[in-house]
């Protein structure tokens, strides 16, 4: 990969970007949307992440240990976990609040990072954060609006035609069959944002990582081949992991008796 210097920015230069923010908040005020609070502790929380990330990613590149860089992975996923349970109108009672989307975004986020860096990338040593933590960042964030959006549409959907998926159990279909009109809903719901995605990369948007890369002053071409890998890795995660969220919490919504247990959501707050 061919490197040229990059344009270094200062934090003045971010202080007078961040001053656009200020146009959103004028255009809540005019418009009286009430969201102008929210959006600057978005604008404000956004920045100390990213800020205390940076600096983390800058230590664990310094120390190139497979233990750090697990350790931080591991945070990622808790973390990603857990916006996957918040993002849910009707959640699941008990450890499946939590664990049905964590599981799920630990193994896809596996399975993802092991055969792109493992197998396609290879660097040298093959566990360098450099390559993994970024890969994993980007598969957990594409992945969790997937499964968070998969798992709401199978949760409504279900209380929706609660009528009709009993009237299927109680004429002998079996659970999975009963609840097959939601679960292929809550599929297509999942999967779209990424099919969307890919539609319209490299027409009508330019990647952040291909963005960013081509302003450090990586060539376009090779920039394009690592938004084209990230990109499938993306949609194969993304479909994974949506199809054995929304299985788990279909067979979650059901018992061995194969009966409805809408029992097992908790009420909307």
Not at 66 to 95: C, I, N, S
Not at 128 to 134: K, M, S, T
Not at 254 to 267: F, K
């Amino acid at each position: 990969m061919t490197q040229t210097s990059y344009v270094a920015l200062t934090y003045w230069d971010l202080a007078f970007a961040a001053a656009l923010i200020l146009i959103n908040g004028g255009l809540s005020v005019a418009f009286r949307l009430g969201i102008e609070r929210t959006l600057f502790i978005s604008a404000i929380r956004m920045t100390v992440q990213l800020m205390a990330i940076g600096f983390v990613l800058k230590f664990i590149f310094a120390q190139t240990s497979p233990l750090w860089t697990l350790g931080l992975a591991l945070v990622m996923v808790l973390l990603a976990g857990r916006e996957a349970m918040a993002r849910q109108t009707h959640r699941y009672k008990g450890w499946w609040a939590y664990g049905l989307g964590t599981t799920t975004l630990l193994f896809v986020g596996l399975l993802a990072v092991l055969f792109g860096v493992g197998v396609l990338i290879r660097p040298d040593p093959w566990y360098a954060p450099r390559f993994v933590l970024p890969i994993l960042g980007m598969i957990l964030g594409n992945t969790l609006t997937g499964i968070s959006l998969g798992l709401e549409t199978l949760s409504t959907s279900a209380r929706r035609e609660r009528a009709a998926i009993e009237a299927r159990i109680a004429l002998g279909s079996p659970r999975f069959e009963a609840l097959s009109t939601v679960t292929r809903q809550a599929l297509k719901t999942g999967m779209m944002p990424i099919i969307n995605a890919m539609a319209a990369t490299g027409i009508v948007a330019l990647p952040g990582m291909m963005t960013g890369q081509i302003l450090a002053g990586v060539d376009p071409v090779e920039a394009t081949k690592y938004q084209l890998l990230i990109m499938f890795l993306i949609g194969g995660g993304t479909a994974l992991g949506v199809l054995l969220a929304v299985l788990g919490g279909a067979r979650l919504l059901t018992d061995d008796r194969h009966r409805l247990r809408l029992d097992r959501l908790m009420e909307e707050k």
